[in-house]
């Protein structure tokens, strides 16, 4: 009995010896297949980073040769453009990075998940468009221009349906793309801006992107985009306005010429005197209430503004108040060919390659371009053309030189200006104050136009004459809140 005790608990130790050893084979098969589908998942993510970064350099090798073909013709566009191609590339190569790591990580804490865990959608040909730090604007911007019934951009910004549009398209790249089914709606000569720019509907039954990169394979010197939607503001407290009994304009002396895209602006008294030449840029739409670029124009003239160029660009049929970028095209082909030496521009939106080019142009021309920062919030993207480069982007700061809190923050900041509280005509009769970047734009407008009258003055030395004066605020020198700082 005693022999036979003891084999029954040696062979009970066997056993359990043999589960265990089981047991632990089991776990190691289970550790290794684990181990084995993270390694898969970090190939996979692995080679799709390698073939984003790959697209990425060859893009960047394109783009960087057209750029150096053009660079005898243009050195100083060219310089700007190759700047911003490397921005664009390292912040896109950075991304691919980013999201190389937090797959990783994904992967890491996903424990026995799925094999769907280790999935990176992001190896799609959207990964194109960088980091999604435009998503804030478009959110703003989706129920624009409804009456129109857009369609979107692969970042959800509002852009006219079934079109795209061309700057400088060839006769032979135009008749290549009616060959595959394109057809011209308008064709508009820019001779102050030395180019041309066509209307196109795109064919039935493609996606816009589609539509893009059809003509790209035709053309490679022109450029195309689509037709954007633009508004006034971001945030309903952009042209917040309080009413004001009291005459709270102080005027200054001046003889200025000065541009504006606007809303259209309508008599008031703060305007007696000045001399304001309008244009409508909305032929056959119904035009967008006139109180923002009344104000606006009250503070130009009180900045000693003489004669105005005022283009209406922006209609409103219900919803928002709204424009196109045609509509600036056609604004900014008028104000170059007047001669107009400061464009005030209180309007914001997504980035257009047509726009882009012919800003540009403007400059060329001799133009200054100074734009509203935008009222998004710290958090919001860069909103164009403020961003644009050596475009002049103004932000808002109130009367203690603090800033306004919805104002839009970044590094294309160039300086601030008060825009808070700020008293400006009322469409209704009197004074209000509003406040938004849009308020503080028009003192830098007025600051460089009174700067280009000096004796030999240039908008090189004029834009260094304005950083050099202004009182830096906020941290010691140029920062992404108040630029080089205020200017009165």
Known sequence: S?????????????????????????????????SSRSQDRADRDTSRAAERTDRTNVRYAEERAKIMEDAAKDPVKAAEDLRDLEADTTEELAKIQDD?????????????????????????????????????????????????????????????????VA??????????????????????????????????????GITPEDALS?????????????????????????????????????????????????TAVIPHKSLSGVSIKSRDFNPGKAAAPAAHGTAIASILAAEGGSTIYAANIFRKDGGKAYTSADSIVGALEWMVDQKVPVINM?????????????????QKQGSVIVA??????PTAPPAYPAAVSNVVAVTAVDSNLRVYRYANQGKYIMVSAKGVS???????????????????????????????????????????????????????????????????
């Open 167 to 204: 700057l400088d398209l060839g006769s032979k790249g135009l008749a290549a793309a009616t060959h595959q089914g394109f057809q011209v709606i308008e064709r508009t000569s820019l001779p102050a801006l030395a180019g041309e720019v066509i209307r196109l509907r795109t064919p039935p």
């Open 100 to 164: 190389l790591i937090k797959n990783t990580t994904d992967s890491d804490n996903s424990g026995h998940g799925s094999d769907n865990s280790g999935s990176d959608n992001s190896g799609s040909d959207d990964s194109r468009s960088g980091s999604d730090d435009s998503v804030g604007s478009s959110e703003q911007m989706k129920d624009l221009a409804v009456s129109e019934n857009p369609e979107y951009d692969r970042k959800g910004f509002p852009v006219r349906r079934g079109e795209v």
């Open 2 to 34: 005693a022999m036979r005790g003891g084999r029954d608990a040696g062979e009970d130790a066997d056993r359990a010896t043999e589960r265990a050893a089981r047991d632990a084979s089991r776990s190691q098969d289970r550790a290794d297949r684990d």
């Open 346 to 362: 209180s309007l914001a939106g997504p980035r257009n390659a047509i726009l882009d080019q012919l800003i540009h142009r403007a």
């Open 372 to 377: 509203a920062a935008g009222n998004g919030g």
């Open 214 to 262: 059809r003509l790209r394979a035709i053309d490679g010197q022109a450029t195309f985009d689509y037709t954007h939607y633009y508004g006034m503001d971001f945030s309903t407290q952009g042209a917040a306005k309080t009413k004001t009994k009291s005459e709270a304009i102080t005027k200054r002396s001046g003889n200025l010429a000065i541009g504006m895209i606007d």
């Open 422 to 488: 700020e008293p400006a005509a009322d469409v209704t009769g009197g004074t209000a104050l509003f406040s938004g970047t849009s308020f503080a734009t028009p003192h830098v407008s007025a600051w460089f136009a009174r700067c280009l009258k000096k004796k030999g003055a240039k908008p090189a030395s004029c834009q260094s004459e304005l950083i050099a004066s202004a009182r830096d605020l906020g941290t010691p020198g140029h920062d992404t809140i108040y630029g080089y700082g205020y200017v009165k």
